[in-house]
């Protein structure tokens, strides 16, 4: 499997430079400064750029000042003082509420969890505050600066309470967005994205890739569009739609079915919610099937 997630990262790099018409400043940038960086790199350097360009950008979590479980605040607090980059008690219901009242103070907060499993206690506080805060106002007060971050999914010993894919809870709540990343470029445009968009996202970021998905990513400050799937690989006879770490089997399935002559459609959906629909209506009106591949490894068909 590790073997196979190297072949992705490669394979990532090809699919970059085709022509997709959702990723042309994309593409622009990529042709000035790329630099091989793997997925914990390419979000660290987010948030460098995040926090560089945007007085008003704050990082906060649990052991974030030090680099964090994964290292991906490394250097963060040394740069840019502990005043913005900053420990937090282990309280996820108290994180995002902070987050919350940042935000809503015109601020760009950027709240870490440490696992995705651990979102849970602050699931009042996405679902019910953060998700109605402009809608119980009547857009006079919103809490849209807040972006929260998140590491998801299995990586083979991290046992039932730091292996689960818990996004599908989330895609049922108007007034957040939720978004994953594939790859190291896809995680610094997208994360990019999610700080300045004015809504709440929760950004799950798929742990499992954080050290084996390898590619080149522009140095330069880019972004990359929300609520846009991209089609990576084109197909007539069965569309698959997936997103984060699922995408390397997806396309080695689209790989094995082709020795069978079953051309397959591959889509990443990026962003979960709200999704984009009409490039999925498109893809399935063309091919007539769809297969749907979820974080828990199960295939559903329509």
């Known amino acids: 499997m590790i073997a196979s997630m190297r072949r992705f990262g490669r394979w990532v790099s090809l699919v970059s430079k085709r022509e997709f018409s959702n990723s042309s400043g994309f593409e622009k940038n990529a042709e000035q400064s790329p630099k091989s960086l793997n997925l914990y790199s390419a979000i660290n350097q987010a948030l460098h750029i995040a926090l560089e360009t945007d007085p008003r950008a704050y990082v906060f979590g649990e052991d974030v000042s030090f ?36 935000a809503a103070l015109g601020n760009r907060a950027i709240a870490e969890i440490q696992f995705a499993d651990y ?7 996405i679902v019910n505050e953060a998700a109605k805060f402009r809608y119980r106002s009547g857009n ?25 894919s818990p996004e599908a809870f989330f895609c049922h709540v108007p007034g957040i967005k939720v978004v994953i990343p594939r790859s190291p470029q896809q995680a610094k445009g997208l994360l990019l994205s999610c700080i300045r968009d004015p809504n709440p996202v ?38 698959l739609v997936g ?39 498109t893809s399935v009106k063309k091919t007539g099937r769809l297969l749907s591949r979820s974080s828990s490894n199960r295939w559903f068909r329509c």
């Not at 006079?140 to 689960?164: D, E, K, M, W």
């Not at 890739?209 to 089609?231: G, H």
């Not at 089997?249 to 984009?276: F, N, V, Y």
């Open 140 to 164: 006079q007060f919103n809490c849209g600066g807040l972006t929260i971050r998140a590491p998801y999914g299995a990586v083979g010993h991290g046992g039932h309470y730091h292996s689960q």
């Open 119 to 125: 979102i849970y206690p602050a699931f009042d506080q």
């Open 202 to 239: 929760v950004f799950f970021e798929p742990k499992w890739l954080y050290r084996l998905a390898v590619e080149d990513v522009p140095e330069d400050d880019y972004m990359l569009p929300l609520s846009e799937a991209e089609v990576l690989r084109g197909g007539t006879d069965i569309t």
């Open 243 to 281: 997103w984060g770490a699922q995408l390397s089997i997806m396309e080695q399935a689209c790989l094995d079915a082709e020795k069978d002559g079953i051309s397959c459609e591959l889509i990443d959906l990026r962003t979960l919610i709200p999704w984009d629909k009409d490039t999925i209506e």
């Open 67 to 102: 680099g964090g479980v994964f290292r991906c605040t490394t250097g963060l607090a040394d740069r840019f003082g502990k005043n913005r980059v900053f420990n937090t008690p282990l309280c996820e219901q108290g994180i995002v509420g902070f987050g919350i009242g940042l």
